[in-house]
C-alpha cells in the first residue's frame, strides 16, 4: 500500500460532518485514513463510501478484530463490503481466527494489517509478552502487512527484525502519545497520527509541520 507522505490520519471523531471538514483540510497532505469504532458505531459503515467518494482517500479499517474465526469472517465481509481497502486484526486470538480474516481479505482482493503489539501503556501487561510470536505467526502464514507501536522503538526494531525489511509495517502512537515520527520511519513505513492533527485548531497546519519534522 502506497502512502502519501508515509502519514496515516487516525480520524477517531464522532459524526460526518467533522470528518468531512477535517479532511477538507488535510486532503492535499495524505491520501490514507484510518477509521475505528468511533467514527464507525456514530455514523454507520456507510461512512467509509462517504469519504472515500468524497476525497478518493484509501480507509483502512482499524476495527482490532479479534473474535472466533466464524465470526472474524462475518466482521471482514461486511467491512470489505462497505468499501474499507484494509482491515487490522488482532493476532493474540490465534491463527484460525486470523486466517479467517486472511481469507476474507483475499476474497474481496484487500489487505489485511495483523496488530502484533498496541502503542499505549497497558500494552506491556499482556500483549507485549507475545508480540515478537504473533509476528512471527503473520510471517508463517505469508501476511505481509503488520502494525507495531511508535511509542516503544526497541520493540518496533524487534519486531522489523522478525517481519523483514519486505513487510509494510503502519505504527500508531505518534504525536499525544510521544512517539516520534520521524525515528519510527526508520523502522516503520508509515505512521499514524490521529488527536495531534484532528484535535488541533488548524488541521491543516498541524499536517504541514508534522511532515516537515519528517524530513
Known amino acids: 500500500m502506497n502512502i502519501k507522505n508515509n502519514l496515516i490520519l487516525a480520524l477517531d471523531v464522532m459524526s460526518e460532518s467533522e470528518a468531512i471538514d477535517i479532511c477538507e483540510n488535510v486532503k492535499d497532505y495524505l491520501d490514507t485514513?484510518?477509521?475505528g469504532y468511533p467514527l464507525a458505531l456514530a455514523e454507520g459503515l456507510e461512512i467509509i463510501k462517504t469519504l472515500k467518494d468524497k476525497f478518493?482517500?484509501?480507509?483502512?479499517?482499524?476495527?482490532?478484530?479479534?473474535?472466533?474465526?466464524?465470526?472474524?469472517?462475518k466482521i471482514c465481509d461486511?467491512?470489505?463490503k462497505a468499501g474499507a481497502d484494509a482491515i487490522i486484526c488482532h493476532g493474540f486470538v490465534g491463527k484460525d481466527s486470523v486466517q479467517a480474516c486472511?481469507?476474507?481479505?483475499?476474497?474481496?482482493?484487500?489487505?489485511?494489517?495483523l496488530l502484533?503489539?498496541?502503542?499505549h501503556p497497558g500494552a506491556k501487561m499482556f500483549l507485549q509478552k507475545n508480540a515478537?510470536?504473533?509476528?512471527?505467526?503473520g510471517i508463517d502464514m505469508k501476511i505481509t502487512n503488520f502494525v507495531a507501536p511508535a511509542t516503544r522503538l526497541d520493540r518496533l526494531s524487534e519486531?522489523?527484525?522478525?517481519?523483514?525489511?519486505?513487510?509494510?509495517?503502519?505504527?500508531?502512537?505518534?504525536?499525544?502519545?510521544?512517539?516520534?515520527?520521524?525515528?519510527?520511519?526508520?523502522?516503520?513505513?508509515?505512521?499514524?497520527?490521529?488527536?495531534?492533527?484532528?484535535?488541533?485548531?488548524?488541521?491543516?497546519?498541524?499536517?504541514?509541520?508534522?511532515?516537515?519534522?519528517?524530513?
Do not use: W
Open 132 to 137: 515478537d510470536a504473533i509476528a512471527q505467526m
Open 33 to 35: 485514513i484510518k477509521i
Open 56 to 73: 478518493g482517500f484509501k480507509v483502512i479499517c482499524d476495527f482490532k478484530v479479534a473474535d472466533i474465526d466464524a465470526t472474524n469472517s
Open 78 to 80: 461486511e467491512t470489505f
Open 102 to 113: 486472511l481469507d476474507m481479505a483475499n476474497e474481496h482482493s484487500k489487505e489485511l494489517f
Open 159 to 215: 519486531i522489523r527484525n522478525i517481519v523483514g525489511p519486505d513487510a509494510f509495517i503502519i505504527s500508531p502512537g505518534v504525536g499525544k502519545q510521544g512517539g516520534d515520527g520521524k525515528k519510527t520511519l526508520q523502522y516503520s513505513n508509515a505512521i499514524i497520527v490521529g488527536r495531534s492533527i484532528y484535535e488541533a485548531e488548524n488541521p491543516k497546519l498541524a499536517c504541514e509541520q508534522l511532515i516537515e519534522t519528517l524530513k
Open 116 to 119: 502484533t503489539e498496541m502503542s
